[in-house]
């Protein structure tokens, strides 16, 4: 079982930025890919970034290519998701998910095995 804690999120100004970060403990995810979602209230959940297990393939949704980079340190067993040019409609609970494969492949959230608790963004304008 892997467990997944998320932190970072908090209150933001529009134009501000936010470093989320997401540990995970149970095992190591080094092989592991991995992606955050966002879920604003009455919204389904959304992918807003995903990284394969080696790091060097990432994907991102044209809503926050650009603005967002997801990055991950496997020594530290963490992924992070760098978040630039915040916009009020980035506002949301933001979670973390890992999948039992190293590529990415899809990205629809029930193609992912292990979710945390989610972190709240929130983008004032």
């Known amino acids: 079982q892997v467990q997944l804690v998320e932190s970072g999120g908090g209150l933001v100004q529009a134009g501000g930025s936010l470093r989320l970060s997401c540990a995970a403990s149970g095992r190591a995810v080094g092989g592991s890919s991995m992606g955050w979602f966002r879920q604003a209230p009455g919204k389904e959940r959304d992918f807003v970034a995903g990284?394969?297990?080696?790091?060097?393939?990432?994907r991102y949704p044209d809503s926050v290519k650009g603005r967002f980079t997801i990055s991950r340190d496997n020594a530290k067993n963490t992924v992070y998701l760098q978040m630039n040019s915040l916009k009020p409609e980035d506002t949301a609970v933001y979670y973390c998910?890992?999948?039992?494969?190293?590529?990415?492949?899809?990205?629809?959230?029930?193609?992912?095995?292990?979710w945390g608790q989610g972190t709240q963004v929130t983008v004032s304008s």
């Open positions: 990284i394969a297990s080696g790091g060097a393939g990432t």
């Open positions: 998910a890992a999948k039992n494969t190293r590529w990415l492949g899809g990205t629809d959230p029930a193609t992912f095995d292990y």
